[in-house]
């Protein structure tokens, strides 16, 4: 009698938990219950063999509103996160909800313009958008379309995609116990949503260490009328690094099972559980200092407009080429950037484009080389207009790799000249065979 309750218990607990996964990740298979407790599978494709033979992992992360707020599946953030597994680095890329991209839903390759926030949307609501492809009218066809089109965006395949709506991201942020972030500056914000009505509240959180439940975190992710999405982006970052945090120092992972019922309705992702187990063990071995932020904006390589009577973002390389480059190479080798020396970026071009106010090329890329992990320095610009791209190598052979890397970014010649009297031995000389196609003129129509 007690063996048969204590099998019924364990029945019905084992379907509560198999109805939750699938529920989160409509992609499981019955037979994917022994993966939480065996050992990985590395089956060619998983997630398992990819870190065993050291292919790049890329995971699209967003959150939305959800069930009782206006456009419940409108993203309100998406991030790129990219893991490269031999060296255990990772770079996260905010991409901003307005940028305009052509969404991938229709059939015959055909797409839909619009803002980036809507391609998950456009993939779950199939009563609005009933002439999607097949492919977007799956149990995960809003991730998997939101995937496709980034992927477009970043030139990075896309296997991985986790959306997690606010009421998850509040119960997760709680069942931790509430999350530390160091804020870099004072928010302040009168005018944020109060719960699902029309009603505003005054949001204001000092900088310094603060200690986050559920409710602030969201509060200090979403807030962005005093500031911009661009900030919140950043903001959105900070979160993301302090739950890693703070889900490793309790070893937490077995524990966020518990939740598995209470998420199931407002989380969704193409991941299995097969998978989770090393990509668990992967992100422990990541630390902090290795993960590596950049939030893609008008301070870097898009440019503001409007398009169809709305605000819109576009690159300012209208072919994605500049954008594709960067992100392809956003995980130096972890060995060159040990061995890597300082060297200066210089203006040799007056060929390009770029909006009133936000810098210049050599600005622009020493900002993003330094958030990928490089020593690289904003130099004067060049004394004389310079048609292609020089690399003025003045080490002696002592920065070959950093060197290399140089000219696998940016191509051009490789100039050896004598050493400097002082500063980096190193001079990247931007010339407009570069900035005709980084910042071309045609970004301003």
Do not use: C
């Not at 000219?407 to 407009?432: C, E, K, R």
Request: glycine letters at 8%; a neutral charge.
């Amino acid at each position: 009698m007690i063996a048969g309750v204590a099998l019924l218990v364990a029945g019905l607990l084992a379907f509560r938990v198999w109805s939750a996964i699938h529920a989160i990740s409509p992609r499981a298979q019955p037979a994917d219950l022994v993966a939480l407790v065996h050992a990985q599978s590395d089956a060619p494709g998983s997630l398992g063999w990819r870190v065993k033979h050291d292919e790049r992992i890329n995971i699209l992360l967003f959150g939305y509103g959800g069930p009782g707020h206006d456009g419940p599946y409108l993203t309100d953030s998406v991030m790129l996160v990219s893991i490269r597994p031999s060296t255990h680095q990772a770079i996260m890329i905010s991409l901003p909800r307005d940028l305009w991209v052509k969404i991938p839903a229709l059939p015959n390759n055909h797409f839909m313009m619009g803002k980036l926030n809507s391609a998950y949307a456009i993939g779950m609501d199939h009563a609005n958008y009933p002439n999607v492809r097949s492919d977007w009218k799956t149990a995960t066809g809003g991730g998997d379309l939101a995937a496709a089109t980034v992927s477009q965006i970043t030139g990075q395949p896309l296997d991985y995609w986790v959306g997690i709506d606010f009421k998850a991201f509040r119960d997760l942020v709680d069942a931790l116990g509430g999350v530390r972030v160091d804020v870099p500056t004072t928010l302040d914000d009168p005018y944020f949503p109060r719960g699902e009505t029309t009603g505003m509240m005054h949001v204001h959180i000092d900088a310094g260490w603060q200690q986050f439940d559920g409710e602030r975190a969201l509060e200090y992710a979403r807030s962005r009328e005093t500031t911009s999405d661009f900030d919140r982006s950043r903001r959105q970052q900070l979160i993301m690094l302090a739950v890693r945090q703070r889900v490793f120092s309790l070893n937490a992972v077995p524990r966020l099972l518990s939740l598995l019922g209470a998420l199931q309705d407002n989380v969704r992702t193409n991941l299995r559980p097969a998978d989770l187990r090393p990509l668990a063990d992967l992100a422990g071995q990541i630390k902090d200092p290795d993960i590596r932020r950049v939030s893609l904006d008008t301070s870097n390589l898009l440019r503001s407009g409007y398009g169809g009577g709305q605000y819109i973002l576009k690159p300012l390389d209208p072919s994605y080429d500049a954008l594709h480059r960067y992100v392809a190479m956003a995980l130096p080798d972890r060995s060159a950037l040990a061995r890597q020396a300082p060297f200066l970026v210089q203006d040799g071009s007056r060929r390009y484009w770029l909006p009133y106010g936000i810098g210049t090329p050599a600005s622009i890329m020493t900002s993003l080389l330094q958030a990928e992990g490089w020593q690289a320095t904003l130099a004067p610009p060049a004394t004389q207009r310079v048609t292609q791209t020089q690399i003025l190598d003045g080490s002696g052979g002592k920065a070959m790799a950093t060197v290399a890397w140089l000219q696998s970014y940016f191509g051009g010649a490789i100039t050896v000249v004598p050493a400097p009297a002082s500063g980096p031995s190193v001079t990247v000389v931007l010339g407009s065979d570069f900035t005709l196609k980084t910042f071309p003129a045609s970004g301003a129509a």
